[in-house]
Nanobody, 126 residues
C-alpha cells in the first residue's frame, strides 16, 4: 500500500524558515494534487495550502504571503516552504494527497479516497 512520507520539520525561531516535504513511498502512484493541513494542540485540524495537478495553488489567509507550496513531479514530491514563521504556526503538519496511477490520470478517474502523511512537527519558539 502506498504511503506518503513527510520530512523536514523541526524547531525554528520566530521569523525563521523551514521546508517540509511529502513524497510517495514508491510504486506506481503519483501525486495528482495535494493539500497541507496542520493541527495545533487543542485545536481542530485546519487547511493550510494546496496545489492542483496543473500547479495551481491556494492558501489559508493566515499563511498567505509567507508559505509557498510547490511540486517536483520528477521526484513525486510536494514541498511546503514556510517563511516568516510565527509561534502560532506551531503544529503538526499533515499532507493529504490525491494519488493516481497513470491510467487514472489519463481517464480522469479519482480513486475515491485520499492518503494522509504521518504528520510532522513544526515548532516555532525562541
Amino acid at each position: 500500500q502506498v504511503q506518503l512520507v513527510e520530512s523536514g520539520g523541526g524547531l525554528v525561531q520566530p521569523g525563521g524558515s523551514l521546508r517540509v516535504s511529502c513524497a510517495t513511498s514508491g510504486g506506481i502512484f503519483t501525486i495528482y494534487s495535494m493539500d497541507w493541513y496542520r493541527q495545533a494542540p487543542g485545536n481542530q485540524r485546519e487547511f493550510v495550502a494546496g496545489i492542483s495537478s496543473s500547479g495551481g495553488t491556494k492558501y489559508a489567509d493566515s499563511v498567505k504571503g509567507r508559505f509557498t507550496v510547490a511540486r517536483d513531479n520528477a521526484k513525486n514530491t510536494v514541498y511546503l516552504q514556510m517563511n516568516s514563521l510565527k509561534p502560532e504556526d506551531t503544529a503538526v503538519y499533515y499532507c493529504k494527497g490525491d494519488l493516481r496511477t497513470y491510467p487514472d490520470i489519463v481517464n480522469g478517474r479519482f480513486r475515491g479516497d485520499f492518503t494522509w502523511g504521518q504528520g510532522i512537527r513544526v515548532t516555532v519558539s525562541s
